[in-house]
Structures are given as C-alpha cells and as structure tokens.
C-alpha cells in the first residue's frame, strides 16, 4: 500500500497569511493526488485534483503543486472560512489511501 | 445538482450486520464509480470499497471478506452490506461519486454514522 504523510499536523495562522501544506508519498504517485477540505460535522470536499488542477468553484487562493512523491498544497491570504482540516489522497492504484490530516488552526 | 443520500447507519452489536444504501441524482449513475469512504470519531479518512460500471469491486484489506458492495443502476443506488462487525468499524460511513476519468472523489454524501457497541 502506498502511504501518505502529510506535514505538518496542525498549523496555526492568521487571515491573510500565506499557508503551505505538504505531502509526501511512499512511492512515486506521478500527478495522481488529489486535496480535500472538511470541517468539522461536515463531508470532505473536492479542492484539488491531479495534482494541480483547481476544481471548479474553489476560490483561486487555493493551489496544488508537485509531482512524483511530493506536493504541496498552498492557501494565499488565508480566509475565515478557510479554517479546517485538509487532507492528501493518492490514486494512483488501489487501496486508495489518504494522508492523516493538516488541521489549520486559528493563532 | 448532484446529490447523494446515505441511511441505513446506526447501532448494532459486535458481529451483527447492517446495510447501508447511498440513493444518487443529478448525474449519470451507470457510468460513474461509486465508492464508501469512512471516518472513525476523531480520525482521518480511510477508503472501504469502491464499485464500477461494470461491477468491478474493490475493497480495503481491514473490511475485506466481511463487506459487499452493490449497485442498482435501476436506482441509481449503491449499497454497502456489513457483516461481522467490530468495535473498530464504528465510523461516519460517507458515501462518494468518482469522475469517469479519474479516481478522485468529486462529490460526497453527508454521511451515516455506524455504532459498533454491546
């Protein structure tokens, strides 16, 4: 199975900073990742996919970058609403498998 | 607008068995993967099972043997049958809607919880 470590675990920001998430897998996933929102009591959401590809809807401020084994999800001019918890999955193959969360956290 | 409806969840005892069911609109069901995503309290995301067009299944090491998906196209419902069920199985059982191209998950239900206690 391929493993997803994400870094750090919990962030603590202030609206407007620039915010940088990162995952890296245990093996080479190519561009096949994907980056999810979900705050608490409700259903992940799509943010990003293939690494890089914003889903349609998500405000711009929100980007993916990488490929190979490491990504980085990127948050300019963090939002209020923007405070949750973010998570990695690849799909390159099967299981499909998640990174174990980056909770952003007001400071 | 696509939609997913997951019931079926609730408490049962250790080893007994529930089904769950994900009715779906708003989007060609027939020709999308569908799949059940869970989340114990407090914890990450795991995949449990993912179903295709054709009825391919697929299905995580720690549920397979115990759990079946299933589809009806007729429906547009998808199914999760869960046998055997343990204390470690209680979770938020999200039900998910992957594109035709990838196997991302690009719409999520609201969820159903599944309580594993005696």
């Known amino acids: 199975d391929i493993q997803m470590t994400q870094s750090p675990f919990t962030l603590s920001a202030s609206v407007g900073d620039r915010v940088t998430i990162t995952c890296r897998a245990s093996?080479?996933?190519?561009?096949?990742l994907a980056w999810y929102q979900q705050k608490p009591g409700k259903a992940p959401k799509l943010l990003i996919y293939?690494?890089?590809t914003l889903e349609s809807g998500v405000p711009s401020r929100f980007s993916g970058s990488g490929s190979g084994a490491e990504f980085t999800l990127t948050i300019n001019s963090l939002q209020p609403d923007d405070f949750a918890t973010y998570y990695c999955?690849?799909?390159?193959?099967?299981?499909?498998?998640f990174g174990q969360g980056t909770k952003v956290e007001i400071k | 607008e696509v939609q997913l409806v997951e019931s079926g969840g609730g408490l049962v005892q250790p080893g007994g068995s529930l089904r769950l069911s994900c009715a779906t609109s708003?989007?060609?069901?027939?020709?999308?993967?569908m799949t059940w995503v869970r989340q114990a309290p407090g914890r990450g995301l795991e995949w449990v099972s993912g179903?295709?067009?054709?009825?391919?299944?697929y299905y995580a090491d720690s549920v397979k043997g115990r759990f079946t998906i299933s589809r009806d196209n007729s429906k547009n419902t998808v199914y999760l049958y869960m046998n055997s069920l343990r204390a470690e199985d209680t979770a938020i059982y999200y039900c998910?809607?992957?594109?035709?191209?990838?196997?991302?998950?690009?719409?999520w239900g609201q969820g159903t919880l599944v309580t594993v206690s005696s």
């Open positions: 293939r690494a890089s």
């Open positions: 708003g989007f060609s069901f027939r020709t999308h993967v």
């Open positions: 999955q690849q799909y390159t193959s099967h299981p499909l498998t």
């Open positions: 179903i295709s067009s054709v009825e391919s299944t």
């Open positions: 093996q080479r996933i190519s561009s096949w």
């Open positions: 998910a809607k992957q594109p035709i191209t990838d196997i991302y998950f690009d719409y």
